[in-house]
């Protein structure tokens, strides 16, 4: 090629390459600033006014947004209602809970909450559609925030908030915030998640104001520098009704992966996304889909960067200082562990969740529901078990309280906290008057006795979700003081054991090494009686079958006792990962010994007879001899005879049969689950184990009693043996 041309063609090509490197640059950065919405609010005529009130907004945005409201006030964001599938009326408005107890007469505060403006009674108009609040949800500017005791609505005019703080809450410049609507944000929807129950972090645990700019570490998909997904890339909504609420959640998605027309309009499960194999080459991980929830593994801690509130004593409110005044307290940290509105709290941050089974139906105690006060009050029951199909472990947030409650009619009651009448508790601090005006407004008995329950609520963890490398280990769970140490129901490898097995086992052993000494010390080699002549005892083949037989035996013993607990050497993951290979490796060991012993003719020596067993149970104990077939080579006693066919027996039935069925938990494991015991199984596989150590034990002590004591050692490994004419059979 000519050299000009071809330094123009180089030329031409680098040039090439930087344009298509600028292109690719600007493409990427104008997808960075690609608008949230598509279209610009700022041009529209009815955002062009001043605007004195959140509803004069709402107006707005429906002139253009006709349906948005209709859709809005269907949802349980706008009722704070729900019907379970057990036909119970739920939702914010109904439930009575052990933190701030109740929305009932309290609505002014509670409702700062709500997606709503003037809920401030029983008396909201819910059918108005101006007083939908759109921009709650839709604000990008980050300045909108409503005011905390103002019934949903912002502020319109400076205004001082605690009274006495000096802290002085400005009106938002609506009509700025109007022509910045955009999509929801982790921020538009933590503005009330985050701050639920009266406070930051006070409910949930796995929620709170640190995802908004969190890291990987905090959670993996909200990571901005990361998937930065938003609340909604999970709880995807359908006409502004957004899935995953608690009141009906999954405790496990049969589904999977949501594609197009074949879902069930329920992204917020991680199987949505990941499926029912999530983990790619891994049967081990994947068996545990069926019974454990992809959060307990993935949601190691919670509450990982701010504490979460776990503890509420409404007994101890109401207490004030010399000077007749409210009590603040914090700790280090600046958690309110003592106020005298709400009573005594308590904090944790980064701790380990607790563990329950979950099959998605919660239980909540009613207003009229009869309580047992000589027990934790359960706000919110969870069902499940073990052998439910549809169960599975759940990591939960166990929130505990103590509560008033009606001492007379055994019922949980509602007291007005907020308010400025004299019923109000926080005006006058009188139990007896707001509990009666509470009890009263929502027409409900209340015998006049009054006292408190000690209660308890669990809230699940979905969110803090830790990159994979993070996840829980394996030890961490398969160990007798480990996370389920307290979950019930069901045989856990490493955590549970049979005392019963164990001192059996221990014993075998034991009395193997007794017996192996005693044999090894007292019984001296034969003397020599005749001639001998070295013969061929093992083929080259069976030296190395039995050769790794004996290794794979011995690794599994290892490694099943480190799976059941009894140490920790390698860890619980390695060890699990090493037996299931050595599983496979004496499977197929077993298939090959048979296609050998049948092309050999070698199964005759194995198969039983009449005569075989007839010498097993019975013939051996009277000295009988054992009935070889003509043409085995062997000086083998009785005895070894014995520990051989113990070791056949146990091998390849005991511990054949038993680790299939246990193989058959990962793989069918509903059905198993439903029909087998899996500590049964469990417990034999154990004994066996036991049994294999005990027998080794022994096989090794009688390999001592040769005419030398290395002589059957020996043998083993060169396949030679020194014999008398009368143990060679022809």
Not at 23 to 40: F, I
Request: proline share 4%; glycine share 8%.
């Amino acid at each position: 090629m000519n050299p000009i041309k071809h330094k123009r063609y180089t030329f031409l090509l680098n040039a090439l390459v930087l344009f298509m490197i600028f292109m690719g640059g600007s493409l990427a950065a104008q997808q960075k600033t690609k608008p949230a919405s598509t279209a610009d609010h700022k041009q529209f005529v009815e955002l062009q006014k001043q605007f004195t009130s959140g509803p004069e907004v709402t107006k707005a945005c429906l002139s253009c947004h006709t349906e948005a409201s209709k859709h809005i006030m269907k949802t349980t964001h706008w009722t704070w209602e729900f019907v379970n599938p057990k036909n119970q009326l739920l939702g914010k408005k109904n439930v009575v809970n052990n933190f701030c107890i109740a929305t009932a007469t309290n609505e002014p505060r509670c409702t700062s909450c709500h997606i709503g403006y003037g809920w401030k009674d029983k008396d909201f108009d819910f059918k108005k559609e101006d007083n939908v609040d759109c921009i709650v949800c839709h604000d990008t500017t980050g300045t909108y925030k409503k005011f905390p005791a103002g019934a949903g609505h912002p502020v319109y005019k400076e205004t001082e908030f605690p009274p006495n703080s000096g802290k002085i809450w400005k009106p938002a410049d609506l009509k700025e915030i109007a022509q910045n609507v955009g999509k929801t944000s982790r921020k538009t929807c933590g503005s009330c998640h985050f701050s639920g129950g009266g406070g930051e972090a006070v409910k949930h645990g796995d929620l709170d104001s640190s995802l908004i700019n969190g890291n990987k570490q905090l959670d993996v998909h909200m990571d901005p520098k990361g998937l930065n997904f938003t609340c909604s890339t999970c709880h995807q909504p359908t006409n502004h009704n957004i899935p995953g609420s608690r009141y009906v959640m999954k405790g496990k998605d049969t589904k999977g992966v949501d594609v197009p027309g074949k879902d069930d309009q329920n992204r917020a499960s991680c199987e949505s996304c990941h499926g029912l194999m999530p983990h790619k080459f891994d049967i081990q991980i994947n068996g545990h889909v069926h019974k454990v929830a992809c959060e307990s593994c993935h949601i190691p801690t919670v509450a990982k960067l701010e504490a979460t509130k776990v503890w509420w004593d409404w007994s101890k409110a109401g207490q004030k200082n010399p000077e007749g005044k409210n009590i603040i307290k914090k700790d280090a940290e600046g958690n309110v562990i003592y106020d005298t509105q709400k009573g005594e709290f308590r904090w944790q941050k980064n701790f380990v969740p607790d563990y329950v089974w979950f099959n998605g139906d919660i239980h909540f105690n009613e207003l009229k529901t009869k309580i047992d006060d000589s027990k934790t009050l359960q706000i919110n029951a969870f069902h499940g078990g073990y052998k439910d199909p549809n169960s599975r472990i759940w990591p939960v947030k166990r929130f505990e309280a103590t509560q008033p409650y009606d001492t007379v009619n055994k019922t949980v009651v509602i007291p007005h906290l907020f308010g400025k009448d004299d019923n109000a508790y926080w005006k006058t601090y009188d139990w007896q008057k707001a509990i009666v005006a509470g009890m009263t407004a929502v027409n409900a008995p209340y015998s006049g006795q009054y006292g408190f329950v000690k209660s308890e609520m669990l809230w699940p963890q979905t969110h803090m979700v830790a990159p994979k490398e993070d996840a829980v280990k394996c030890e961490s769970c398969h160990a007798k003081e480990g996370r389920l140490k307290h979950l019930g129901g069901f045989y856990l490898p490493g955590r549970d054991r049979n005392t019963g097995i164990e001192l059996i086992g221990y014993l075998s052993i034991l009395g193997s090494i007794l017996a192996g000494i005693f044999f090894v010390v007292k019984k001296k080699p034969a003397p020599e009686t005749g001639a001998r002549k070295m013969v061929r005892v093992y083929k080259p083949f069976e030296i190395f079958w039995h050769a790794v037989l004996g290794l794979t035996v011995l690794g599994l013993a290892f490694t099943g006792f480190e799976i059941h607990g009894s140490y920790n050497i390698i860890g619980y993951r390695a060890a699990t990962l090493t037996h299931d290979v050595l599983t496979i490796v004496i499977a197929a060991l077993a298939v090959v010994g048979i296609f050998y012993e049948v092309v050999t003719g070698g199964w005759k020596h194995h198969a039983l007879s009449k005569e075989k067993l007839a010498w097993l149970f019975g013939g051996a104990s009277k000295g009988l001899p054992y009935p070889s077939h003509s043409n085995e080579v062997s000086d083998i006693t009785n005895a070894e005879r014995y520990i051989n066919w113990s070791f056949k027996i146990v091998i390849w039935g005991l511990m054949g049969i038993t680790g299939t069925m246990y193989i058959g938990f990962v793989i069918f494991h509903d059905f198993f689950a439903m029909n087998i015991s899996r500590e049964l199984i469990a417990v034999l596989h154990t004994f066996g184990a036991y049994t294999i150590v005990a027998l080794l034990i022994l096989h090794i002590a009688y390999s001592l009693l040769g005419r030398t004591r290395g002589a059957k050692i020996k043998a083993v490994f060169t396949g030679m043996d020194e014999l008398r004419p009368e143990e060679v059979k022809h």
